[in-house]
């Protein structure tokens, strides 16, 4: 078996029928340039809102970059493949996206946890939330996160480039993901996947476990609240991060909690679509249309624009 260590590899996308690649290229077209306007459009309202410069809206702002980023990794090697018809990715390229994919993801994740500790801190410790989360904590905390997501970004990513491939292999994907590729390897992948499962194991049930204690501390706080209007209150300010929450962890789970054999089933394709491009690109929409503080300064945002004008 003619196998390397530098192989070209080729992207199926979405469709393998070529009458769909254009109205799909369209639609996904729009979708990416939806998801970059409305996290620009909540970086920008967060940055020159001086009323937003809070921890929440920090982390809000880095959840953002994150998704801005989050999208551009996968969204454009696949427009271009439904463009040209050429989904060919180089070893070397398929390893960036899998390094880049992989750091803002696991940085999804983390700040996910981070702002379930924000939403904690603030419902459950409310006189001492000025204390605890001040701006250079939540800068270690960000600055943390970037650290973990990194190291075990690049632990994956240098542990899959010690592996063999075939050349001009094609991958059941829009993008080079883990699963399928490991799946095309030549090498014996048991304690390449087995430290990969572990590592992104051991992150992703920290994270959601520190979201449940969050959030079960949070609904135990909340119910001892007399009023009902209090009570409502204090869900508000908890509502859009659990929609995102949920939103992320269904489409990743729907994806990555399957027996390896069906790792490139038209199933996964789908939820991989929902967590890469379509969660990322509903974040902002989510957190604005139910943040009365955020289409405030978007208003007003709007406003200075048409006066210039």
């Known amino acids: 078996m003619n196998c390397s260590q530098a192989p070209t590899f080729i ?26 306007l409305g996290n620009l459009l909540l970086l920008l309202a967060i940055g020159a809102d001086v009323h937003l410069h809070t921890p929440m809206y920090f982390f809000l702002s880095q959840l953002s970059f994150v998704d801005l980023c989050f999208i551009t990794t996968t969204a454009p090697k696949m427009l271009e493949a439904l463009w040209t ?3 060919s990715i180089s070893f070397s390229g398929c ?5 880049f994919f992989a750091v803002f993801a696991d940085m999804d994740n983390l700040l996910l946890a981070v702002m379930a500790i924000d939403r904690y801190a ?13 701006p250079c904590r939540c800068r270690v905390l960000v600055s943390g996160s970037w650290g973990v997501a990194h190291c075990v970004s690049l632990t994956h990513t240098l542990l899959f480039s010690k592996l063999y491939f075939r050349t001009n292999q094609e991958i059941p994907h829009f993008f080079c ?54 009570k409502r209150k204090a869900l508000a300010t908890c509502s859009s991060h ?9 489409t990743v789970f729907a994806t990555y909690l399957k027996p390896s054999t069906n ?33 405030s300064s978007l208003r007003r945002i709007l406003n200075m624009v048409k006066s210039q004008d």
Not at 266 to 291: D, G, H, K, Q
């Open 95 to 99: 390893l960036t996206q899998l390094y």
């Open 11 to 36: 992207l199926l996308g979405l469709s393998r029928n070529l009458e769909k690649w254009q109205p799909l290229f369209g639609i996904f077209l729009g979708l990416y340039l939806l998801g970059l």
């Open 242 to 250: 659990l929609s995102v929450v949920l939103l992320f962890y269904s």
């Open 122 to 134: 603030a419902i459950c410790h409310p006189l001492l939330y000025p204390l605890l989360m001040t």
């Open 85 to 87: 018809g050429d989904g």
């Open 177 to 230: 993901d883990f699963g399928p590729l490991l799946l095309l390897s030549c090498s014996d992948t048991y304690l390449n996947e087995s430290l990969m499962m572990a590592l992104s194991g051991v992150l992703a049930i920290s994270a959601f476990l520190c979201i449940i204690s969050s959030y079960g501390c949070i609904f135990y706080a909340v119910a001892k609240v007399p009023s009902a209007q209090g």
């Open 263 to 295: 790792s490139s089933s038209s199933e996964e394709v789908v939820a991989a679509v929902m967590y890469t491009l379509v969660t990322p690109t509903l974040n902002p929409f989510i957190y604005s249309l139910r943040n009365k503080d955020v289409k």
